[in-house]
């Protein structure tokens, strides 16, 4: 028997196309619950997640007789995933509505709290959490879909570029931007937080 | 390097993405300037602290209705042997 766990993608991919349907599954198995993740934090809500992973999959199925390997099957599925998830945004409400002038400079001089001493583990609690989903959930479409894939998917530059249909610079910039704003809102948060646990402090 | 531009700069920085010369010149100035060590440090965390964003596991329904319609049932699964 083929022991198809311990094949790389490109395999299961030479696999699919010279007819054997079974290593699909696998590569199924390898993305699906990523894809899911990408898939439900782009369009906020469970039932359109489960749609686009439906798609992608079923799409991804039929396209992978054509798929050359000129990107690596992650980056191609990411981005069949990416396109539906924006196609469901889009039918709700326009996107790419911001654009990439640099905003830096109206950005006003926020109070700044240093929340990065304290290690990460004694942070990342269940409020923490709820909270970065929030915040995630509130970026304009535009930032959220390079955020998820740059910094949540760990993909580069160069894949957000490719998946997105953007320059890399373009990228950097939204980036950077949904960063300073994440950063703004995880500074806040910290700063009120930190307010509660010293009040805890004195009235125990 | 003044501060506007570290700022500018701090996410390419954090990335790796800056050129020697220019990296020398940001660590130059992180020395001297608290509040863009506070910038740096704390972006630094914000982009940690997301790395860890939860991968949740995809509800059964879901997961049985993708395996469908992809026809992977026919192939036998070994948690559908009803
Ligand atoms: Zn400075």
Redesign the pocket.
């Known amino acids: 028997m083929t022991d198809y766990a311990k094949k790389t993608d490109v395999e299961l991919v030479a696999d699919v196309q010279g007819g054997d349907q079974a290593a699909y599954r696998f590569l199924v198995e390898r993305y699906y619950r990523k894809i899911y993740n990408l898939a439900l934090r782009l369009v906020r809500n469970s039932e359109d997640a489960e749609d686009v992973l439906q798609e992608t999959f079923v799409s991804a199925y039929k396209a992978l007789p054509n798929f050359k390997g000129q990107s690596a099957f992650g980056t191609w599925i990411y981005r069949i995933a990416t396109n539906f998830g924006l196609m469901k945004l889009r039918g709700k409400k326009p996107v790419f509505v911001s654009l990439d002038e640099p905003r830096d400079n109206d950005m006003p001089n926020i109070e700044l709290t240093d929340f990065s001493a304290n290690p990460l583990e004694e942070v990342l609690d269940t409020e923490l959490r709820e909270k970065m989903e929030q915040a995630v959930s509130a970026l304009p479409d535009d930032m959220r879909t390079v955020f998820l894939l740059r910094d949540v998917e760990g993909m580069s530059n160069a894949e957000v570029a490719e998946i997105l249909d953007l320059s890399v610079p373009a990228v950097k910039s939204r980036l950077h931007r949904t960063r300073l704003q994440l950063r703004e809102q995880l500074s806040r948060y910290f700063m009120e937080r930190g307010g509660r646990s010293s009040q805890k402090a004195m009235n125990p | 390097m003044?501060?506007k531009e570290?700022l500018g700069k701090m996410s390419e920085f954090l990335d790796a993405e800056l050129m020697d010369t220019v990296c020398d010149q940001l660590r130059e100035?992180?020395e001297k300037?608290e509040?863009?060590r506070i910038?740096v440090n704390t972006v630094r965390r914000t982009i940690e602290i997301f790395q860890q964003m939860e991968c949740k596991s995809v509800p059964g329904h879901v997961h049985e209705k993708l395996f469908k319609t992809l026809r992977f049932d026919t192939i036998g699964d070994p948690e559908e042997n009803k």
């Open positions: 003044n501060c570290v100035h992180l300037c509040h863009c910038e």
